[in-house]
């Protein structure tokens, strides 16, 4: 059979196509039988998966509280959930990863409504109305520049935040004793602000590893609020919100059990008002005496 030139190719497909486009394809058997073929693909498929996924299970474990381990598709069943725990920092699934880095890009108050609704919403439209919008027949990818650069270029950025998604900051499995890191921990601060010594990952407001707030500034801040961040004067004791600022200034962007850059601006009150606080503010590290 001789070999066809691509004018050939060219000129025999749209022919075809010419053909099927007056004339069209029955519903039945076509379309029913490559439907039913795509169908019974994706059933494999799910099937495949829950049989690789139950085959590494490990063994029932005899404390009913334990998980039972899984392998590459995760665990049969998580432990029991510990109520007692207050750094618990939780994530979604997987295939919501993208959508909580894009919550960690627009993190203030103004620019939620641009992470959550206003991008989803763009990608959404454009994945239903290209085929409408881009109707060049011709299915060669080197005359088709817009469509060919949109199709790689979604796939590329949703990769890219669900692997930026999934490395997060996560709440450390040891949390910080230091005097006002449990308050911090365990308060309307931890669904905010990301400070490692904490152990926190809120993706609200400010990094205060990087915005590193001296005495003063956190003082101010925690007492009157400003922009999205509500006053807690009417929530703390002066002395709580004194520990607090004392602990942010003293241990954002601290360096292992090395105090922050702007840990002396707090000494005059850190870590004496947590004492006077009391309770989960005050503490247990060795270190209490203050930097």
Avoid at 111 to 134: A, K, N, Q, R, S
Avoid at 153 to 167: D, R
Avoid at 270 to 285: D, I, Q
Wanted: glycine share 10%; proline share 8%.
């Amino acid at each position: 059979m001789p070999r066809l030139t691509a004018r050939e190719r060219r000129e025999g497909y749209q022919r075809e196509y010419a053909f099927q486009k007056r004339h069209g394809k029955p519903f039945f058997p076509n379309a029913v039988f490559h439907d039913t073929i795509v169908s019974l693909i994706v059933v494999a498929l799910i099937m495949g998966l829950t049989i690789l996924w139950y085959a590494q299970f490990g063994p029932v474990s005899a404390d009913p509280t334990a998980e039972r381990v899984g392998g590459l598709l995760g665990p049969a069943y998580e432990a029991k959930a510990d109520p007692g725990v207050l750094g618990y920092h939780p994530q979604p699934d997987w295939y919501f990863f993208f959508l909580f880095e894009l919550l960690r890009i627009f993190k203030t108050p103004q620019l939620l409504i641009v992470g959550t609704i206003i991008i989803p919403t763009i990608w959404m439209v454009l994945l239903i109305g290209w085929p409408f919008i881009d109707r060049n027949p011709d299915r060669r990818l080197s005359r088709r520049p817009i469509a060919l650069a949109i199709g790689v270029m979604v796939p590329v950025v949703l990769l890219t935040l669900t692997f930026y998604g999934s490395k997060a900051p996560g709440v450390g499995g040891a949390a910080s004793t230091e005097p006002g890191a449990a308050a911090f921990a365990g308060g309307a601060c931890s669904t905010c602000h990301v400070l490692a010594n904490a152990g926190t990952a809120g993706n609200v407001g400010p990094v205060l590893d990087d915005a590193k707030p001296d005495y003063a500034t956190a003082l101010k801040l925690i007492t009157n609020g400003q922009g999205g961040m509500p006053s807690f004067k009417a929530t703390y004791t002066e002395d709580e919100i004194s520990c607090l600022a004392g602990y942010v200034a003293t241990w954002s962007a601290a360096v292992g059990e090395t105090p922050g850059p702007n840990a002396d601006t707090a000494k005059e009150t850190y870590p004496a008002s947590c004492e006077k606080a009391g309770g989960l503010f005050t503490g247990t590290a060795s270190s209490a005496a203050g930097p």
